[in-house]
């Protein structure tokens, strides 16, 4: 029979380094998953190891709770979960958008949420409200209150119910949990149960579920080592990039993602990436050698990014001012006079196109 893991209880392999339970030797007494966050206090490591997201949504149908469903704005294509309100029947849902911060300073509030109801609108998701929270890694004013408005709006919408708070790894969730219940016992260290499983925070009267966070296998953060997620994931406000072409251009965010442009006139393109991620611009007909040449120097992280094993995505230019988005990782901005887009990411990682957000 197998050993289990100390920390969560889950069954310790050493065949998967991407699944559940691995450990470099059976002899180990902790997955790596929580000898991590034991020995480094490692809240991104999660992002490797989410859990499959229908044995998550099955444990929340079990419970008569309102949902809290937590959204990285940044982030946001990627902490979309398709088909939300079929995979919770009858659930209400709120939507809190986290990292703010991260956007520009200019966005504002009405603008956010004119574009997170339009996509909610386009992806056919019902919510019943939708908060939106300031920089909850700041101790300031505006962080205080969003915590308080947030307690409200627990407080108003779930009558007679529990609460359940759920999301994709990596949106902030442990952090919105922690500040509500800065006085109680934390779900972010890894006794037995922790993350793997709905966890419960007795409050006052009603209970606060917090759940592993759902796994996203096409968001390139999944495949990204710790030391590569440091660079991708933004921890400052983005810096946008911002290039006006006159002719075919191609650009590489680092080794994850190139974008190809063909012009027939003058065309802008913003890149929306974390201050660590290098933007390379050149001519779109060099841009196979560059690739070729600086996968894994100049273009760095990357992954097993050979041209062969990259998917092209193609689109044309669609309304003024348009995003192209790399899942869990950032997003161009393009707009002018372009004839034709395509777009190369790793096997699997998701693009969408979608109206300009900024
Ligand atoms: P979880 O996986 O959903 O539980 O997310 P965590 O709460 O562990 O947060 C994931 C990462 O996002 C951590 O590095 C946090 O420090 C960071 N984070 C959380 N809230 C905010 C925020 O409001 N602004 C920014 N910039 N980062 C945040």
């Known amino acids: 029979m197998g050993a289990y893991c100390k920390g969560c209880g889950v069954m310790l392999q050493n065949e998967r380094k991407d699944q559940i339970g691995y450990v470099p030797t059976l002899d180990a007494i902790y997955c790596q998953r929580c000898f991590k966050i034991r020995n480094y206090g490692d809240v991104v490591f999660s992002m490797q190891q989410g859990i499959e997201s229908n044995k998550t949504f099955s444990k929340i149908n079990e419970?008569?709770?309102?949902?809290?469903?937590?959204?990285?704005?940044?982030?946001?294509?990627?902490s979309l979960i398709p088909k939300l309100n079929q995979k919770l029947p009858g659930k209400d849902i709120i939507m809190v958008l986290t990292k703010r911060d991260l956007l520009p300073k200019t966005l504002s509030i009405e603008k956010?949420?004119?574009?997170?109801?339009?996509?909610?609108a386009q992806e056919n998701i019902k919510v019943k409200d939708i908060l939106l929270c300031s920089d909850l890694l700041k101790?300031?004013?505006?962080?205080?209150?969003?915590?308080?408005?947030?307690e409200q709006a627990i407080d108003y919408y779930r009558q007679d119910k529990d609460v359940i708070f759920m999301g994709m790894a990596n949106v902030g969730k442990s952090t919105i949990l922690n500040l509500l219940?800065?006085?109680?016992?934390?779900?972010?260290?890894?006794?037995?149960?922790?993350t793997l499983d709905l966890i419960p925070i007795v409050q006052d009267g009603y209970t606060i579920y917090d759940t592993p966070g759902i796994e996203n296998g096409h968001s390139v953060l999944t495949y990204l080592s710790n030391k590569d997620l440091k660079t991708v994931i933004p921890v400052k406000t983005i810096r946008p990039f911002v290039s006006q072409i006159f002719e075919d251009q191609s650009f590489a965010a680092a080794g994850l993602a190139r974008l190809d442009i063909k012009v027939k006139g003058k065309a802008s393109v913003v890149a929306y990436f974390s201050r660590s991620v290098s933007i390379h611009r050149g001519k779109l007909e060099n841009a196979d050698s560059l690739w070729q040449n600086h996968l894994?120097?100049?273009?760095?992280?990357?992954?097993?990014?050979?041209?062969?094993?990259?998917?092209?995505?193609?689109?044309?230019?669609?309304?003024d001012k348009m995003d192209i988005v790399i899942h869990g990782f950032g997003w161009f901005c393009v707009s002018g006079a372009i004839e034709e887009i395509s777009v190369k990411v790793h096997k699997g990682i998701y693009v969408t196109f979608r109206k300009a957000m900024i």
């Not at 956010?112 to 909610?120: D, K, M, N, Y």
């Not at 894994?296 to 992280?301: A, D, E, H, R």
């Open 139 to 150: 101790q300031s004013a505006e962080a205080i209150q969003s915590i308080e408005f947030l």
């Open 181 to 194: 219940n800065q006085n109680k016992v934390l779900t972010t260290s890894c006794n037995p149960g922790t």
């Open 296 to 319: 894994n120097g100049m273009l760095s992280p990357c992954l097993d990014t050979s041209l062969l094993t990259m998917h092209t995505y193609h689109s044309k230019m669609k309304g």
């Open 63 to 78: 419970i008569d709770a309102i949902v809290f469903w937590i959204v990285d704005l940044f982030a946001f294509e990627s």
């Open 112 to 120: 956010i949420s004119s574009f997170v109801q339009e996509r909610l």
